[in-house]
């Protein structure tokens, strides 16, 4: 996504569409904003879903980084916390959110306007809530996303709970599915 403009970085994630994880769902929509809801249930217990989670660097798709490596992505997961990416080609950085919530085993909640969402006036929540269940742990990743933008947010829903749903199915593939 480096250098692009939003509505280039738009097409491309229209034209390639995630694979969902076991449920998805653009939970509304309107002109203010969506709710993208993603569920999955991985065999790890919430503890090593937890350590997982918090290395993005683990899970997140190069193709949602603005250096094309996820490697390069770091979330310090305590209050007022980074979820940032270096970007070695220039030595810059970008700061995907911030942790505004973040409970080990059990939630963590981040605030941030992710990828061309960025660019516009738009205010973002991820919260990413772990349940314990019997052989491992249901993953529920819900953002939500309000504001302004310049472009139609109804028709952004899917492609952006794609991204989202994206995410949790890389997050459970590391971890493994009942």
């Known amino acids: ?3 692009i403009g939003v509505l280039a970085a ?6 390639a569409p995630a694979s969902a994880p076991a449920s998805a769902e653009v939970a509304a929509s309107s002109a203010a904003g969506m709710t993208s809801r993603n569920v999955a249930e991985v065999k790890a217990s919430p ?3 937890w350590a997982a989670l918090v290395q ?6 190069p193709d949602h980084s603005w250096s094309g490596s996820s490697a390069n992505m770091t979330l310090d997961p305590r209050a007022g916390g980074c979820f940032c990416e270096a970007l ?9 959110a911030e942790v505004i919530y973040a409970d080990p085993g059990d939630q963590l909640r981040l605030s941030g306007a992710f990828g061309p969402l960025q660019s516009e006036a738009l205010t973002g929540t991820l919260t990413v809530k772990l349940t314990a269940i019997e052989g491992g742990t249901r993953i529920e990743w819900t953002y ?7 472009f139609d947010l109804v028709q952004l829903a899917p492609v952006v709970d794609g991204v989202m749903g994206e995410q949790l199915q890389r997050l459970s593939a590391v971890l493994g599915t009942p």
């Open 56 to 61: 993005p660097a683990r899970y997140w798709s």
């Open 88 to 96: 070695p080609a220039s030595g810059g950085s970008v700061r995907h």
């Open 1 to 3: 996504m480096k250098r």
């Open 144 to 150: 939500v996303v309000g504001g302004y933008a310049g």
């Open 47 to 49: 503890a090593e879903t």
């Open 10 to 15: 738009f097409a491309f994630l229209i034209a």
